[in-house]
């Protein structure tokens, strides 16, 4: 059970990881900014601090460009392995749980369910996504 719910939880790990490279390049756009302003008022014609700013800026979005198009593969295998569990209420759980990345009480409020039965659905779910997983 441990290697389904690890698997679904990767989208989210892939989504976080997102996340926080676009963060860091608005860093490095807010010290690009920065290193501009104060060029502006220096009298040395040399850029090296914005320069390796840029490249590293460049990088980080091509690290960005490379994780959303596997997170976008990704999330895209395990939304089609969710839908080919055999009942309607396992692909809500998963689906909510590690798609949408739910708590068991927002679930609860939007499916009208007990937080305790549905701990027992989703054990049940998962169940039925490691027989898929096969």
Do not use: P, W
Request: proline share 0%; with cysteine; glycine share 4%.
């Amino acid at each position: 059970m441990n290697s389904a719910k690890a698997e679904l939880l990767e989208v989210r790990k892939l989504c976080l990881k997102i996340y926080q490279l676009y963060r860091e390049k608005e860093s490095l756009l807010g010290i690009t900014r920065n290193i501009k302003s104060d060029e502006k008022v220096q009298t040395s014609t040399g850029s090296g601090g914005l320069e390796a700013t840029v490249l590293e800026r460049d990088r980080i979005q091509k690290e960005i460009d490379k994780a959303m198009s596997l997170y976008i593969s990704e999330r895209q295998q395990i939304i089609d392995r969710i839908h080919q569990t055999d009942k309607e209420e396992y692909i809500q759980v998963l689906y909510k749980r590690y798609i949408e990345g739910k708590s068991f009480e927002a679930i609860k409020r939007e499916m009208h369910y007990e937080v305790s039965y549905l701990r027992k659905l989703h054990v049940k779910a998962l169940n039925a996504y490691i027989k898929i997983m096969r």
